[in-house]
């Protein structure tokens, strides 16, 4: 199985704040690479796919890159709603694998 | 508009099985995957099968072959997981989700309590 390892696994913030949280798969997967918002009690929430392209409707302020191993995602100005844990998940195969989460706590 | 509207939840005794469902509309149902992926108490996400209805195959996680069968029926637009020989580790929120490039449309969750 692929594995994915994201880091950090939480970091605090401020509102307006820029962050970025990295993702690496445990070999290459081109850019078979999805990011997940989840928040408690809500349903996942699909933010990229493809590694950089955002789902209809994802807030401009976050953004994403990466290829073959290496992937990041970046909110540019860190708004209240954006508080939650972050899931990197490859789709290169199956089974399909998730990171085990970043939580973005408030400061 | 797009949903995916999965069934109630469950309170299932350790050795049961539960069914939970996934109804989709808003879109043509044989042309997306449907995948099953759960969240248990303090955990993360984990990608349990996945289904194409346009044809009933089904890629299944090492970990839950065996214990889980998905299941569709194109004429109602629903997917189906069944999981098996449920035990306490199996209590969790159980999400369908749509695919064509990673997921895009998530169920609501179902969750599901092993209790004795």
């Known amino acids: 199985d692929i594995q994915m390892t994201q880091s950090p696994s939480s970091l605090s913030a401020s509102v307006g704040d820029r962050i970025t949280i990295t993702c690496r798969a445990s070999q290459g997967i081109s850019n078979y690479l999805a990011w997940v918002q989840e928040k408690p009690g809500k349903a996942p929430k699909s933010l990229i796919y493809?590694?950089?392209s955002l789902h209809s409707g994802v807030p401009s302020r976050f953004s994403a890159s990466g290829y073959g191993t290496d992937f990041t995602l970046t909110v540019s100005s860190l708004q209240p709603e954006d508080f939650a844990t972050y899931y990197c998940q490859q789709y290169d195969g199956f089974p399909w694998t998730f990171g085990q989460g970043t939580k973005v706590e408030i400061k | 508009q797009v949903q995916l509207v999965q069934s109630g939840a469950e309170v299932k005794k350790p050795g049961a099985s539960v069914k939970v469902s996934c109804k989709a509309s808003?879109?043509?149902?044989?042309?997306?995957?449907i995948h099953w992926v759960r969240q248990a108490p303090g955990q993360g996400l984990e990608w349990m099968a996945m289904i194409d209805p346009s044809d009933g195959r089904t890629p299944y996680a090492q970990k839950f072959q065996g214990r889980v069968t998905i299941t569709r029926d194109t004429s109602t637009s629903t997917v189906y997981m069944e999981l098996s020989s449920l035990g306490y580790e199996d209590t969790a929120v159980y999400y369908c989700a749509r695919s064509v490039s990673g997921t895009d449309y998530w169920g609501q969750g179902t969750l599901v309590s092993v209790s004795s």
């Open positions: 808003g879109y043509t149902f044989t042309s997306y995957y």
């Open positions: 493809a590694a950089s």
